[in-house]
């Protein structure tokens, strides 16, 4: 299967830095990636869709100018968390979406990135 | 709107014991797609199968199965001589046309599975 990677796969902040995380994907050119957000024992949220050359789409109640999104080439995306505070401490997933046609629509999934804000 | 429902929030099994983990979905479009992740302790989620809402075929991967039904919007995933090492959250996951337009993968809760030596 298609493979993602994330980095960093851990992260400790002071509260009020900011954080950039990476996702590439790494054996396929992805025109469409994913971030999601996971709490402790819960589902994954979708965040936002980030688009290859172009703005990301945010779900509603995400703020844009807290979470940053850049989609810079088919194969890396990245998501800078602004002024981190301890609330957005969280477990940050990326995808990208497979795109042969016989695959469609399957999201490939990154190890993800535990970040803390202290 | 698309919504997943597992019902299940944890579930607990002896080693070698069949174990089947459901889930129902709600979606107003005709052409959608049904997937199943595994997600270990580690956090890094596994795609395990996807399923178009025009193939209504049951699939056998080893000792794992799932079962689509269009008929009760079901899309239930059954394990096999079940092993330790099948201990995990799975997740069940729809993609379709949300109100917004976009198409986006939305998530059942998940149901942890423990399988016990």
């Known amino acids: 299967g298609a493979v993602v990677s994330q980095h960093p796969s851990w992260v400790i902040c002071k509260s009020g830095t900011s954080v950039k995380i990476e996702c590439r994907s790494l054996?396929?050119?992805?025109?469409?990636m994913f971030w999601y957000r996971q709490f402790p024992k819960q589902s994954l949220m979708l965040m936002a869709t980030?688009?290859?050359?172009?703005?990301?789409?945010?779900e509603q109640g995400v703020e844009k100018d807290k979470f940053l999104i850049n989609h810079a080439s088919l194969t890396l995306s990245t998501l800078t968390v602004t002024s981190a505070h301890p609330e957005d401490s969280s477990f940050y997933i990326c995808?990208?979406?497979?795109?042969?046609?016989?695959?469609?629509?399957?999201?490939?999934f990154g190890p993800g990135t535990r970040l803390l804000v202290l | 709107a698309q919504k997943v429902t597992q019902a299940q929030t944890e579930i607990s099994v002896v080693e070698k014991e069949d174990v089947t983990l459901d889930c129902v979905y709600e979606?107003?479009?005709?052409?959608?797609?049904l997937f199943w992740y595994k997600q270990p302790p580690s956090g890094e989620l596994v795609f395990l199968i996807r399923?178009?809402?025009?193939?209504?075929q049951n699939e056998i991967s080893g000792r794992y199965s799932w079962n689509f039904q269009k008929s009760t919007s079901s899309f239930n995933f059954t394990i096999t001589a079940s092993q330790v090492v099948d201990s995990a959250v799975y997740f069940c996951?729809?993609?379709?046309?949300?109100?917004?337009?976009?198409?986006?993968?939305?998530f059942g809760s998940g149901t942890r599975l423990q399988v016990q030596p």
């Open positions: 996951a729809l993609s379709g046309l949300m109100d917004t337009g976009r198409r986006a993968l939305t």
């Open positions: 399923r178009n809402s025009f193939d209504e």
């Open positions: 054996d396929f050119q992805a025109t469409t």
């Open positions: 995808s990208a979406r497979e795109p042969d046609r016989s695959r469609q629509e399957t999201q490939y």
């Open positions: 980030s688009n290859e050359g172009s703005k990301a789409t945010y």
């Open positions: 979606t107003r479009d005709t052409t959608y797609y």
